[in-house]
């Protein structure tokens, strides 16, 4: 009975990292090389992501669960506005995920759920913006809107997570040689409390994420990138117990994208978790399309 608590509890943790691994991602997924230099004021960018992640092992508190796996797959619709705002560039933006999580442990049916999960609204300032020397600094507020699909005896499945959050957004870019860019982002994510959690308020600790992102030209419309990640923090806890221990998560990253032509880009990008301490440790493809006007 005790060993099947513990996989159960570990086996929660993954959902709430992995379930979202995607739609943080951009945030639609965790962001991608070159995200981060604004567009010309006045274009409209509609996204699309496609992605399937699967786990090559399933971790509590370090140590892997025999014979659990967690499986993801997004579909995701993501819409931008450049305006300006007082002089600087400013971009709005609201995401809505779709996603399907199959969850299978050792001696348990498997749990599958799908559908809309939480909206995601957001708007960046470019409180530095230098196109001559290639130099970008934003900030950019995020609300993630409880309004997902959730059911509170499945949380670990459910596409919503039934809480509000905010994240914060901070990014530095800075372009070096004629098609070499340099990022470093770092994002803090604040959570308000899960008050159906197993019929238990779940609280949760900020999470902290650090990027790392290069990417150069290989043809005048074709370049590749690479993205490291690491989070730590978001400690969970439940009836004054704690549930899961903070995240020290190692992430990378590898995309190829190409512009078809001035209204039309397309990416492929390969994740791979280096480390997970709880969760899944995941790994997959992320297709993404953009349409500019």
């Not at 759920?113 to 507020?141: C, H, M, R």
């Not at 914060?168 to 959570?191: N, P, R, W």
């Not at 992102?213 to 969970?236: P, Q, V």
Request: charged content about 20%; glycine content about 10%.
């Amino acid at each position: 009975m005790a060993g099947k608590t513990n996989c159960r509890a570990g086996a929660r943790t993954a959902l709430l990292l992995a379930g979202l691994a995607l739609a943080q991602a951009a945030w639609a997924g965790d962001p991608s090389a070159r995200d981060w230099i604004p567009a010309p004021v006045g274009t409209n960018i509609i996204a699309g992501y496609l992605a399937g992640l699967r786990s090559s092992g399933l971790y509590s508190a370090g140590k892997r669960i025999d014979g659990a796996s967690v499986d993801v797959d997004a579909l995701i619709y993501r819409q931008m506005h450049y305006r300006e705002l007082f002089g600087k560039t400013v971009q709005l933006e609201f995401i809505v995920p779709m996603s399907r999580t199959t969850m299978e442990l050792p001696g348990a049916p498997r749990d599958r759920q799908t559908g809309i999960g939480d909206v995601t609204l957001g708007s960046a300032i470019w409180l530095y913006n230098n196109e001559q020397t290639k130099t970008w600094f934003a900030w950019e507020p995020f609300v993630v809107v409880p309004v997902g699909r959730y059911d509170g005896s499945r949380p670990d499945t459910s596409p919503g997570k039934n809480r509000w959050s905010t994240i914060q957004d901070f990014s530095f870019v800075k372009g070096v040689g004629e098609s070499t860019f340099l990022e470093a982002i770092g994002e803090v994510e604040i959570y308000g409390r899960n008050s159906d959690w197993m019929s238990q308020t779940l609280k949760k600790d900020p999470s902290f994420r650090f990027f790392a992102l290069a990417s150069t030209n290989i043809t005048a419309n074709t370049y590749t990138g690479i993205r490291y990640r690491y989070e730590t923090g978001g400690r969970e806890r439940a009836a004054g117990e704690t549930v899961t221990s903070r995240a020290r998560n190692h992430q990378l990253a590898l995309e190829l994208t190409h512009q078809i032509n001035d209204a039309n880009q397309i990416q492929m990008q390969y994740i791979h978790d280096l480390k997970v301490e709880n969760g899944p440790r995941m790994r997959g493809v992320q297709m993404r399309y953009v349409y500019a006007f």
